[in-house]
């Protein structure tokens, strides 16, 4: 738990006045609801009976031999319902809003990975549901939007700044400043101003907590832990009951992207454009210029393109507990056809990038030990990512016979009577 909100001197609650009471009603409610057995109750049975939990954790054999060292083990979260670990904040901030009597949930997504798992959770829980998304992110996230609105939330496009996820919390923000008493923000990672940071790794730790039970149950010695590092939410959770103890060594993994110069990558914590600075609503390492502007940040991995990174994370990689690695865009699909081809399991290109790191570390940890790395989501989504590096000319042909298929077909005249049904 953060002292005051502070974890070392990152964090804290660096916000308009507006935003002091629902953020310190909030903080309240949650420690209550954290005591509240009838509540831990409610979420256990979601937990289990709709997200899936617990999630396996795999042995990958013909990993472990190909890579001549550790014991590989893939924590599963790409089996929880909605296809990763987010729905496991999503659901625990839902259900926390519904107890303090919130009818109404806001939250920022940018590639719509974390609206969709909200939008999921207010279907489930009977909750109204609007996501703001920036309007560049809303055009090229067209299949987590169409999913968005089965769910039945509205999808509201940010239209100011760059048109991304910065602009999309700032928005969210604002509608909740504006509306504190009907509506809970749910943040979508660790980050934010207090107690945002301390919610969202509770609601994660579930992950941790059962790789300590199953690698307990099952005789196994763990020598490290990897998991990638967007903003720190699956990163976080997992690690979680380890930190005070000496062991494992815990390993995240940043966006690498394309190069070490500005721009070119998201590395917050082995990046050379990395600082500390503060920016909507808390202190950490950001990517910023010397007037303290966030950067342009890239990945492959729309999860991980982020410019912060949550400050109990921060913290850790100061103290030296958790060590930070930074990996390639290319390292990241090499990962995803190994996992894919060699075990049968198609990662997320986020969750790759852990992969990845594993790959690089397996030799150094003896073959007694186990790496176990938490692969955060699974790769269905990352289709039209990674199908045009994969196999180009069969995509555009693809995409080309869609739009063909579309103006002639009866998908149009379905979508004509499914209009008159209205
Ligand atoms: C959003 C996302 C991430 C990055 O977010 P964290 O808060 O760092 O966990 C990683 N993996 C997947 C599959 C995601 O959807």
Redesign the pocket.
């Known amino acids: 738990m953060s002292d005051n909100g502070f974890f070392d001197n990152y964090g804290g609650k660096y916000v308009a006045e507006v935003l002091r009471r629902p953020l310190d009603e909030l903080e309240v409610a949650f420690h209550e609801a954290m005591k509240d057995k009838a509540f831990l109750d409610e979420l256990e049975v979601i937990r289990r009976d709709y997200i899936g939990r617990e999630t396996p954790l795999y042995f990958a054999p013909t990993a472990t031999k190909l890579l001549g060292g550790a014991q590989i083990y893939i924590k599963l979260e790409g089996l929880a319902n909605t296809g990763?670990?987010?729905i496991n904040n999503a659901i625990g901030q839902c259900l926390l809003a519904k107890r303090m009597g919130k009818k109404r949930i806001i939250a920022e997504t940018g590639?719509g990975?974390?609206g969709l798992a909200t939008a999921a959770a207010c279907a489930k829980l009977g909750l109204d549901c609007t996501i703001y998304m920036g309007e560049v992110d809303v055009r090229r996230q067209q299949p987590n939007v169409a999913a968005m609105e089965l769910y039945g939330a509205k999808v509201h496009p940010v239209t100011s700044g760059s048109r991304t996820l910065k602009d999309a919390v700032n928005e969210a923000m604002r509608d909740w400043a504006a509306n504190p008493d009907t509506t809970h923000y749910v943040l979508?990672?660790?980050l934010g101003p207090a107690p945002f940071p301390d919610i969202v790794r509770e609601f994660q730790s579930v992950i941790g907590r059962e790789v300590k039970k199953q690698a307990a149950e099952r005789g196994i010695k763990i020598g490290a832990m990897v998991a990638?590092?967007?903003?720190?939410?699956?990163?976080i959770g997992f690690f979680e009951p380890f930190i005070n103890e000496k062991e494992p060594r815990l390993i995240g993994a940043e966006a690498g992207g394309i190069g070490p110069n500005v721009g070119e990558n998201a590395s917050r914590m082995t990046g050379n454009a990395a600082r500390d600075g503060i920016l909507q609503g808390y202190k950490s390492r950001f990517l910023l210029d010397e007037d303290g502007q966030a950067l342009p940040t890239r990945s492959i991995s729309a999860?991980?393109d982020y410019c912060g990174i949550g400050p109990q994370l921060a913290a850790l990689g100061r103290s030296g507990r958790v060590e930070f690695t930074s990996i390639l865009d290319k390292e990241a699909l090499e990962a995803v056809q190994f996992f894919a081809r060699n075990e049968g399991i198609l990662f997320?290109l986020?969750?790759a990038h852990a992969g990845a790191a594993a790959m690089k570390l397996a030799r150094q940890i003896p073959s007694d030990q186990a790496i176990i790395i938490n692969m955060?989501?699974r790769g269905d989504k990352d289709v039209f990512i990674t199908s045009p590096v994969f196999r180009p000319e069969e995509w555009l042909d693809f995409l080309h016979a869609e739009i063909e298929r579309l103006e002639s077909s009866t998908d149009i005249h379905n979508a004509k009577i499914m209009g008159e049904r209205k």
């Open positions: 990763a670990h987010k590639a990975q974390h979508g990672s660790a990638c590092v967007g903003g720190g939410s699956n990163s999860g991980l997320a986020e969750s955060s989501g």
